[in-house]
């Protein structure tokens, strides 16, 4: 059996007010065409399928086509909701629309949905795990739980698999959304202060393959059966040089998984051009390239060029952000961070550094715990 894995489509997006549901439709339709071409039997989708909670009719309208255009080629699709989803809204109709091979996660409540296939190798299951907080579980299993405590991600991923029963005898496909410790980040993702929000992939041990999303990055984490397909598109400058792809599982007897990627190619890709103005407003500098791509520019001149923004777009329609670097920039730079660190007293940068850590500030006494441990060093 063949899946095709996605994951972050992020519909309804805005990347430095430049709206994306065109070049997501374009990046939907190629999705379409290679399911069709690799004879996939379902696709995945591992979360974070709107950009906000309540995302714009038009996202909404490009999703419905999606899903339609996918029922209309015989493919089933398994999808989640992500941190960024309302789960509520997207499992709307989800009943009725099983109807049709569609497949979306309810609202975290009684566990995961466990749902058998078959094929010449026997039964495979794939299970639906939406992005669940402790607190999910808590509430989930309030009754169930007794003396035993969910305070972290890891305890609430460590009970939601043990309640799915999972029969290692058999295939299993896990579909979830979190963040697996060792996964490498982008600028584009949310983050939680401190890792908290970390599990360890041991956790999925008992599946043959584990679909994540939430990471932008395509990477294997722990195992290589332990994947973040990454997004479709790329949403930072960050992941300019990245390669966007879509992931193909293909899953035969127990013990014989595997997946392969096909690159995606976008209606716009992302840029980061360097150099002075003159250099980048030469014709020889981009005769060769597509000037309607997404574009940071970094200006190395030393000093600032009068309407530099609207200049440049007469060359890049498309440039979001314009930065210089220069010894104006680096000496601000170096100034801020030293100023904002002198201005601030010990205490003050323990405080800030156990709320990075902790996702929580000090309680009062051990505000007055440190700022005796500093006097003694001090000693006053």
């Known amino acids: ?15 430095n007010e ?6 997501q439709k ?35 309208q490009a999703f419905d086509g999606f899903l339609t255009a996918l029922a209309d080629l015989g493919k089933q699709v398994f999808a989640i909701s992500g941190n960024h989803d309302c789960a509520e809204r997207l499992a709307f109709g989800a009943q009725l629309m099983q109807g049709r091979g569609v497949y979306i996660s309810p609202v975290y409540g009684e566990g995961a949905v466990k ?23 808590r509430h989930a299993f309030e009754e169930e739980l007794g003396e035993r405590t969910i305070n972290s991600y890891q305890d ?14 058999k295939r299993n496909l896990l579909i979830a959304h979190q963040f697996v410790t060792g996964a490498g980040r982008c600028e584009s993702e949310e983050v939680v ?14 599946f043959d393959y584990v679909a994540l999303g ?31 792809s879509v992931t193909i599982v293909w899953m035969q007897e127990k013990g014989k998984t595997g997946f392969y990627t096909v690159p995606l190619r976008p209606l716009h890709d992302m840029r980061i051009l360097r150099g002075m103005y003159l250099e980048v407003t030469a014709k020889s500098y981009y005769q060769d390239m597509d000037t309607q791509d997404y574009v940071k520019i970094i200006l190395t001149d030393e000093e600032d060029i009068p309407d530099a923004v609207k200049k440049l777009r007469v060359i890049y329609p498309n440039l979001m952000r314009l930065e210089y670097d220069n010894r104006r920039t680096r000496q601000n730079q170096t100034v801020e ?16 550094f156990y709320e990075l850590q902790n996702n929580q500030p000090m309680r009062a006494e051990q505000e007055e715990y440190i700022a005796c441990l500093l006097k003694e060093i001090q000693g006053e």
């Not at 059996?1 to 990347?15: A, Y």
């Not at 961070?337 to 800030?352: C, M």
């Open 193 to 206: 202060v401190g890792g908290l929000d970390n599990v360890d992939g041991k956790v999925f041990d008992a």
């Open 156 to 169: 609430a991923l460590e009970y939601a698999v043990e309640r799915m029963d999972i029969d290692k005898e």
């Open 26 to 60: 374009y990046i939907l339709k190629q999705i379409l065409s290679i399911a069709q071409r690799e004879r996939a039997d379902a696709v995945i989708i591992a979360g974070d399928i709107y950009d906000k909670p309540v995302p714009p009719a038009e996202a909404v």
């Open 115 to 137: 749902i058998p296939l078959s094929d010449e190798y026997g039964e495979l299951f794939v299970c639906l795990l939406p992005f669940v907080k402790p607190i999910s579980v």
């Open 337 to 352: 961070a030293v100023k904002d660190i002198e201005q601030k007293s010990e205490l003050e940068l323990f405080e800030e």
């Open 214 to 244: 939430h990471i932008h990055s395509p990477q294997s984490v722990g195992r290589e059966n332990v994947r973040y397909c990454g997004t479709p598109l790329k949403y930072s400058f960050s992941e300019a040089e990245q390669e966007k």
């Open 18 to 23: 430049f709206p994306m549901l065109e070049d």
């Open 1 to 15: 059996m063949k899946f095709l894995h996605i994951s972050d489509l992020h519909l309804g997006k805005r990347l």
